[in-house]
C-alpha cells in the first residue's frame, strides 16, 4: 500500500514593520515658547527695577541715602533670570532633539551639518554656542520642508545680541561702587531687555513653524 506524502509549502517569512517614526515635540514646543516668554519678562522687569531705582542706588554708593531698596528687589531678578536661563537652554534643547528625530525618520537622506547630539550640547558649549544651534535648527527645518532662511538670520543675529547684551550689561557696573558704574549697569540692562523682547518673537515664529512642520509630516506618516 502505498503512502501519500505532501510537501510542506514554505511559508514567507513575515516582513519587519518600518519603525515608526517619533512623534513631534509639541510639549517640548509649549514649554520652549513659555520659558522664553517668562525669562523675557525677569529681563524687563529687571529693567524696569532698575531704571526706577537707579537714583536711590547712586545715591546709596555715594554715602547720601541709606539702603536702597531697589538693591534686593534686584537681586530677586538676579535669582529669577540665573533660573530662567538654564531652564530656557534645557528647553530648547529637548524641543530641537525632538525636532531632529522626526527630521531624520521622515527624511533620512537629508544631510544634517551636525551630529544629533549637538542639538543639546550645542546650545551650552563655550564658542560653538556662537553658531552650532542655528545650523542644527536650520537643517532639521529644511528637512521637515521648511523654508525659512530670512526669519533664522533675524532670530539668530537678534539672540547674539541680546546674549552678549546681557554679559555687558553685568561687566559694564564693575563694582557697582559708584554713580558711574549704576549709570552704566542700567543702561545695559535696559538694552539687553530691549534686545530679548527684540528676539523673542522671531524665536516663537520659528519654534511654531518647526513644530507645525514637524506635526504635518508625522502625520502624513502615519503617526498620531
Wanted: a positive charge; one cysteine or more; glycine letters at 10%.
Amino acid at each position: 500500500m502505498s503512502q501519500l506524502t505532501t510537501s510542506p509549502v514554505p511559508s514567507t517569512p513575515a516582513q519587519p514593520s518600518p519603525p515608526t517614526p517619533p512623534g513631534p515635540p509639541v510639549t517640548s514646543a509649549r514649554v520652549t515658547v513659555v520659558v522664553a516668554v517668562v525669562w523675557t519678562l525677569v529681563m524687563v522687569v529687571t529693567a524696569v527695577i532698575a531704571l526706577v531705582a537707579k537714583g536711590d542706588m547712586q545715591a546709596w554708593a555715594e554715602g547720601t541715602g541709606g539702603d536702597s531698596a531697589g538693591f534686593v528687589l534686584l537681586l530677586g531678578c538676579a535669582g529669577a533670570a540665573t533660573l530662567c536661563m538654564p531652564t530656557a537652554w534645557a528647553a530648547g534643547a529637548i524641543w530641537l532633539y525632538g525636532l531632529r528625530r522626526v527630521a531624520e525618520a521622515v527624511a533620512p537622506g537629508h544631510w544634517h551639518r551636525r551630529s544629533v547630539v549637538w542639538s543639546v550640547l550645542g546650545w551650552g558649549v563655550p564658542v560653538v554656542n556662537l553658531w552650532f544651534p542655528l545650523q542644527a535648527v536650520g537643517d532639521a527645518m529644511s528637512a521637515l520642508g521648511v523654508r525659512a532662511r530670512g526669519l533664522l538670520a533675524i532670530w539668530w543675529v537678534t539672540w547674539l545680541l541680546a546674549f552678549f547684551g546681557m554679559n555687558a550689561g553685568q561687566a559694564l557696573g564693575g563694582d557697582l561702587m559708584s554713580a558711574q558704574d549704576i549709570e552704566r549697569w542700567v543702561i545695559g540692562h535696559c538694552v539687553a531687555a530691549v534686545v530679548m523682547v527684540l528676539a523673542l518673537p522671531g524665536w516663537i515664529l520659528v519654534v511654531r513653524r518647526a513644530t507645525a512642520a514637524a506635526v504635518e509630516r508625522s502625520a502624513m506618516a502615519g503617526v498620531r
